[in-house]
């Protein structure tokens, strides 16, 4: 346990609203990968230690620390299901045998899967397509802001909502999921600073900067599969934006964003930014995966990159393929940059042994079991 002990000490010294959060989400991704962290070992004795680890061990650390998973679309699905409706369903239940939930190939979450797969604080998002951009985007994304609120308020039981680090230890203590919110797509704040500060006030930690579309301010991810694209990566006026969430404490995501928009954001923000739902571009290239100059300038910055578990972004269809993908992040980057963001109920199509928010131990047990470590 030394190195959980390692983990939880070195984010002691950390401050500020950003900067904790980022930490503290970092550390559950963190043990396990250290257990194993690149580098021969010529001591006989400590490599029969390391290879006794019990191949239960990693669901074990779960136990201690919160897993924080950056990003579930269960909020779109109540808007598309149920138009927001939460007394016509009960997520307490096993949704899986639910009639209308139950036949979506995009329905992953549940309460009781959520305790299974021992989710200790979740970032919910309040997405808005981008056909709202410019019309509805913000009417939109306040009233996915509002069902995120009542559908925790509705099970106090098993969640609290919780908008710091130190909210989502208290909630862990306390045996409930700390349920923050995100907002997902800068479409959603109308090109408006007012709106940005708005969210903040209503409880959003991170907004994604774009979707799949560009902002007036920002280049969305597709750009980079365009060979005709014309380029402008951040805009003077998109820094803007970058450092009033600097200021407010609320966490940058460059998820969804082009290369360019990436290493502008990590040339100019001020505070540790997130990915929230991204893999390797190296293990897969797709545009939406990070590119290895991008990881090593996240080591300086201090944040993060949750790894997404979709197939059409990781490459493959088995959980080996997301440790892959872990694995070849930890090489560059060295563990404590590396988090879980699985985006479920966000895709159609989940890898097999990570087919829904019940499987992270089993992802952990294999972390620290080491068995896909070369």
């Known amino acids: 346990m030394i190195p959980l002990r390692r983990a939880l000490s070195n984010r002691k010294v950390l401050v ?14 963190a043990v396990p990968l250290s257990i194993n962290s690149s580098g021969s070992n010529d001591d006989d004795q400590d490599s029969n230690k390391a ?21 579930n679309d269960l909020p ?7 138009r927001n409706r939460i007394n016509n369903f009960n997520l307490d239940s096993d949704l899986k045998k639910d009639p209308k939930w139950g036949q979506s190939t995009s329905s992953h979450t549940d309460i009781p899967r959520l305790l299974q797969g021992k989710v200790g604080a979740q970032f919910w998002v309040a997405y808005v397509g ?23 308020a509705k099970y106090p039981k098993y969640m609290k909502y919780v908008t710091s680090a130190e909210g989502i230890m ?7 999921i700390g349920s923050l919110i995100a907002v997902e797509g800068g479409h959603s704040m109308d090109n408006r600073l007012a709106m940005l500060r708005i969210f903040y006030e209503l409880g959003v930690r991170y907004m994604t900067l774009t979707h799949s579309c560009n902002t007036p301010w920002a280049d969305a991810s597709p750009v980079d599969a365009n060979e005709t694209a014309v380029l402008r990566n951040v805009t003077e006026w998109g820094k803007n934006v970058i450092w009033e969430m600097n200021r407010l404490g609320m966490l940058v995501d460059i998820s969804h964003v082009s290369h360019g928009v990436m290493g502008d ?31 090593k300038m996240l080591i ?42 699985g985006d479920f109920d966000g895709v159609d199509s989940t890898p097999e042994g990570l087919d829904d928010v019940s499987k992270y131990p089993d992802l952990f047990d294999m972390l620290a079991n080491g068995a896909y470590n070369d």
């Not at 208290?170 to 409930?176: L, N, Q, V």
Request: glycine content about 8%; charged content about 20%.
């Open 76 to 82: 779109w699905n109540l808007y598309s299901n149920e």
């Open 16 to 29: 500020g609203g950003a900067i904790v959060l980022v930490a503290v989400v970092a550390v559950a991704i």
């Open 265 to 295: 954001v990590l040339e100019h923000t001020k505070a540790p930014v997130i990915f929230s739902h991204s893999s390797s571009h190296k293990v897969y290239a797709h545009h939406r995966n990070v590119q290895d100059d991008v990881l």
């Open 51 to 71: 290879n006794d680890v019990s191949p239960f061990f990693g669901r074990t650390i779960l136990d201690e620390v919160p897993l924080i998973d950056g990003h």
């Open 300 to 341: 300086e910055n201090r944040g993060i990159i949750m790894v997404n578990f979709y197939t059409g972004f990781i490459g493959g269809k088995t959980i080996d393929d997301v440790v892959r993908h872990l694995n070849y992040i930890k090489s560059v980057t060295g563990p404590d940059h590396i988090g879980i963001g």
């Open 170 to 176: 208290e909630a862990f203590g306390e045996k409930r």
């Open 130 to 152: 981008c056909n709202t951009q410019y019309k509805d985007a913000v009417e939109r994304t306040l009233e996915q802001i509002d069902v995120i609120k009542r559908m925790v």
